[in-house]
């Protein structure tokens, strides 16, 4: 055996390296904040009054601002302007909001509802009468006293059961159901100023951050405004959005009529084999609103000669299926639908636009030969017979295609992202015009303090889809999806309120038909990428919902706009008023 004669004593680092992006390297000790890495690293984000800083990217994984980094390692700052950031900051906000209602009145409760497009959340407070303009004033008030305060948000892990105790207590009943979920035996909460709550995801550590908010009166409830990551320094001014709110509105009428007050009563109603009801009573109301709208075209159609119907909405809507069962509907009432596709009405390649990265946009309006599409809708509404384009997707050059000619009774279905913009048809007169917005607008959340975002549910919609349809994973989807977004601020969301009828094509179950698809396909999501950061947030709302089994996602009627991404449509195949060449 080897005699060892020395053994040199190991040194204890009590430092620990930092790399930031752009090749910057800091040293601090060990345990040091992201927070206090962060702010030596970009003291100009760092303000006091108005601090930018969220949180950070520590080897590739989001972390909240207290977290203690105990090893070398990849930093990346999370400013306000950044998605995640803007969660965070919403998150804590909403924290600092529940917690002044509490102190106010001790036996109120506020929920937090729909989101308003220009940067706000629709609250109402309950077990007491709607919040007055003093009483308003109040809150806010004590709001920014607290603020002020920089009082600290504590972070700790209780059991299952001491965390339903608490709750319970507190008669939050949405909490206690949901809980019921839980299959891990803890549970992260979230503390300020001695009052306790759980939302999932990460939070500021004190309340300085939160300097940018207002308070809005709005019909029986109030606007808590937030920041917008476009410009996160100043609020600005929140414009009338009627018939958005009266369809948010809607889905809430809807989901009390169905008993699904939140995410732990839509998984009392799964796990109780009661989910074959909910789904036909949720398609049936979007039957009934469909029906509505084809009811109201013909009207139209009789009284004002309207001969076109523009369809629009974002990404993963449901436009396809909404425009298919429209069609039955409108044929159920002796209007033969013509369907026109936007997309044969291309530039040429050479002439299509490209947007500030140099690339093709083909999502802008400049994208589509507006000229030759308005004079040909023209001829058609006049009875003339056209000879339609088409576009070769390959060689990106438009030639001609085959002739077509409305006959008697048929009315022009255009699906498109322009279809609210006036500028699309600006030769059309307007009297002649029904125009409809579809998207996902759902008023389900996790509890009353944990909102579910409408565009999560259209980013799972498309992840199920991609993946069956069109051989994308997970990853491709997530990492397309911010331009998506872009595409859809940029050419349909200001245009919204054009419409006619808005559908919202968000169903009460269609987050438990959509977590057993999704999910594997989320996990699938390499570690440490961008990617990965997104899929695991999808994640940590997903598993609070309990999946439907095999037996109960068969309950999902073939015709549903929900087979659209998981599959099995039976209108997948049906193309209604196919054009007709002329005779």
Request: aromatic content about 8%; glycine content about 6%; charged content about 25%.
């Amino acid at each position: 055996m080897a005699h060892i004669d020395y053994i040199k004593p190991t040194t204890v680092r009590e430092n620990v390296v930092v790399s930031l992006p752009d090749n910057n390297v800091l040293e601090g000790p060990i345990g040091a904040t992201v927070e206090a890495f962060l702010e030596a690293a970009y003291p100009e984000a760092a303000a006091k009054e108005l601090s930018l800083l969220m949180g950070g990217i520590v080897d590739g994984r989001l972390r909240e601002l207290a977290f203690p980094i105990t090893r070398d390692s990849s930093l990346a700052p999370v400013f306000l302007t950044n998605s995640d950031g803007g969660r965070i900051y919403r998150r804590s906000l909403i924290m600092l909001m529940a917690t002044a209602v509490s102190e106010l009145w001790p036996e109120a409760k506020v929920n937090v509802g729909y989101a308003i497009p220009e940067g706000g959340f629709y609250c109402r407070v309950v077990n007491r009468d709607a919040l007055d303009e003093t009483e308003l004033k109040a809150l806010d008030d004590r709001m920014r006293e607290i603020v002020e305060a920089n009082e600290p948000i504590t972070k700790r892990v209780a059991s299952r059961d001491e965390a339903t105790k608490l709750f319970a207590n507190r008669n939050d009943e949405d909490k206690v159901r949901l809980l019921e979920q839980r299959t891990r035996n803890d549970l992260t909460l979230y503390g300020l100023r001695g009052r306790e709550d759980y939302y999932y995801g990460y939070m500021l550590p004190s309340t300085r951050y939160l300097h940018t908010f207002r308070l809005i009166q709005a019909s029986d409830g109030f606007i808590l405004q937030y920041p917008r990551k476009e410009v996160p320094s100043d609020l600005s001014p929140i414009p009338g959005f009627g018939k958005l709110v009266r369809v948010f509105q809607q889905a809430e009428n809807w989901l009390n009529r169905l008993g699904v007050e939140d995410i732990g009563r839509l998984n009392q109603i799964v796990r109780q084999d009661r989910a074959h009801e909910l789904i036909l009573v949720a398609e049936a109301l979007h039957e009934q609103h469909i029906a509505q709208i084809a009811t109201e075209i013909c009207e139209r159609h009789e009284r004002q000669d309207v001969q076109l119907v523009l369809i629009a909405g974002p990404s993963s809507s449901g436009k396809t299926t909404f425009s298919k069962r429209l069609a039955i509907q409108l044929l159920a009432h002796g209007l033969r639908p013509f369907t026109l596709e936007m997309d044969m009405y291309f530039v040429d390649r050479e002439l299509t636009p490209r947007d500030p990265n140099g690339d093709y946009d083909f999502e802008s309006l400049k994208a589509i030969n507006l000229p030759l599409f308005n004079k040909q809708l023209l001829q058609l509404m006049a009875g003339e017979e056209i000879r339609l384009p088409r576009f070769d997707f390959v060689k990106g050059k438009s030639s001609e295609g085959s002739l077509a000619r409305l006959q008697k009774n048929q009315i022009i279905i255009v699906e498109g992202i322009h279809g609210l913009n006036s500028n699309l048809v600006p030769d059309i007169p307007s009297h002649k015009i029904y125009r409809i917005y579809v998207s996902a607008l759902t008023q389900l959340n996790t509890d009353s303090h944990n909102r579910i975002p409408t565009t999560d549910v259209r980013l799972l919609r498309r992840i199920v889809r991609d993946a069956q349809h069109r051989g994308y994973t997970a990853t491709d989807t997530l990492l397309r999806w911010q331009s998506v977004r872009r595409g859809e601020k940029e050419n349909i969301f200001p245009y919204q309120e054009n419409a006619d009828a808005m559908f919202n094509s968000a169903l009460a179950y269609e987050l438990a038909a959509l977590r057993p698809l999704a999910e594997p396909l989320l996990l699938q999501v390499e570690p440490a990428t961008p990617a990965h950061i997104e899929a695991n947030r999808l994640l940590s709302f997903l598993r609070w919902v309990h999946p439907l089994s095999l037996s109960q996602q068969a309950n999902i009627p073939d015709t549903s706009l929900l087979r659209e991404f998981i599959g099995s449509s039976s209108l997948h195949e049906y193309h209604p008023g196919s054009i007709h060449a002329s005779d």
